[in-house]
């Protein structure tokens, strides 16, 4: 008997995100006709032009205590009061010395200012911000285009992307979607909204559930491990019990207030481009060595576009 | 201005998976009718007979380097030389000095032996396991009873549940699905099935694409947490680079090898009980102070039967 897996071959095999490619069948008989391009393959053979450059201004970079960085862009077309906000608090500072107070496992990791004045405690308040801000949870649909994403969604008539955001819609409203990564307001009970002084981004199974009920105001695009690897909260929905938990942050900047070296520029890939369509295809519905059943269907978080540092 | 917010309420309220209740909403009017039971309050008011405890002999305690624990169900019904092999190598020890090796983020967790036996390189193998098993990706549908779950889904015709296992279905064949804390296992190009000496689980959103084309062998019932808080890999696909990032795996044992006075029980709600009826409809339908706009849906990998230490 002979043990037919190596930890590599195995491990890039199971890498459905990344690999489809039969490159590593070293041992299996030619195909006779050239393989279809993996999904990888597509996106290195994308032009220059199906890539969008994210503005400075759309950009924010959390410094950790650890000396690690997460990155996430801003949805101004979505929530600009909520992102006009956040603008506001990272150049007051409110960020600088916030920390990663929750991680609920599977669900959310949330930061904020431990010290924020509460109803029933004084603290640190916000300054200049527009609180509560509107319910910037949906937009009308009309004169909204997305590029549609064809396969069936659970919760919505139509999903898709406007502006390579992930969206959903029943036809009469257009809302962005709670994936894995995309980042939230934190609120308290209706009509509070979150003034964007305290954030989540979503990990596990996308929680639908929260959309058109919160605001989604952006995406990590950067450095979600960062955020996700920490440690469990003990607490009650996975907030830290004592302080000695937290994982500081010690600077949150927007990039384009970083020094023009300092500076650097993500890219994410057009969702209405011919290389998103592709991928797309080759994912959901391109057979290969490996994927012997191709599903036929890719979910929208699943779909994310691809994001990269400019090269 | 005031600050509507407090850390404990906002993080309740937020906390999807959980609550749904009215109860934080001190300051709001009271409602004219009693409001509906939330998904938690559901599940507390649960009779006994709508719990199944697994028996032991499919349970898997894994004890990790850092004094954690997980605990995995086995789904023998699904895929019997699989969990059979997995039973094997528990007892002969092959996942004593194993290791997680894998941790790709918003993917999954790996774990096994560094030093097995690969194509290319001597090393351990394992003993009088069946290897290469059959392939237990699919079985056929006739005569299996599913719990349906009537939402959408993307990637199958009809899903919902067996035995309280997720489930998807064409019509022609059942399958287990990838969803969020379910164990599968690694492998080669087809048609190699794996022999299950290395496992992996499930985090980040489900990778359905992985339905049918790997055996999925179980869910991981406690401590998914201590699997998932690892530093992500830095190499290929989420593998470590080096030995020294590896966590690990102390012992492996079956729960009914251990001794009586060290066995723990688990249950599962039972997926065809009116209460997971009931939970389901709590969670997709209800509308609350915090849910103004509840979804109208849930999908299955969202819906999984939840699971306790038995009371």
Known sequence: ??????????????????????????????????????????????????????????????????????????APAFAPV???????????GWFDGAAIIRVQDGFVVQWGRPDEAEDDKPGKKPEGIVAPPPAEYEKPAAGIAITPLKYADTYAKKVGYVQSWPVASDGKSVWLTHCYGMIGVARGLAPDTGSASQLYTVMGQAPRRLDRNLAVV??????????????????????????????????TK???????????????????????????????????DFYKTPAMAIDLCNALPPVRPKP
């Open 218 to 251: 952006g995406r990590v695009i950067f450095g979600m491990e960062n955020l996700t690897n920490r440690k469990r909260g003990t607490g009650a929905l996975g907030f830290y019990k004592t302080p000695e938990e937290y994982t500081t942050i010690v600077s």
């Open 1 to 74: 008997m002979k043990a037919v897996f190596s930890q590599t071959s195995r491990g890039l095999l199971l890498a459905a995100l990344l690999a489809t490619s039969s490159a590593f069948a070293a041992d299996a008989p030619k195909p006779a006709t050239k393989p279809a391009p993996t999904a990888q393959e597509i996106l290195d053979a994308a032009p220059v032009s199906a890539w969008t450059t994210y503005a400075a201004e759309d950009l924010v970079v959390m410094t950790l205590s650890d000396g690690t960085e997460a990155v996430y862009a801003l």
């Open 82 to 92: 909520h992102v006009d906000n956040i603008r506001k608090l990272v150049h007051q």
């Open 254 to 288: 927007l990039m384009s207030d970083l020094p023009a070296d300092k500076q650097k520029a993500f890219q994410v890939l057009d969702a209405a481009s011919a290389t998103m369509g592709s991928w797309i295809k080759a994912r959901a519905e391109t057979a290969s």
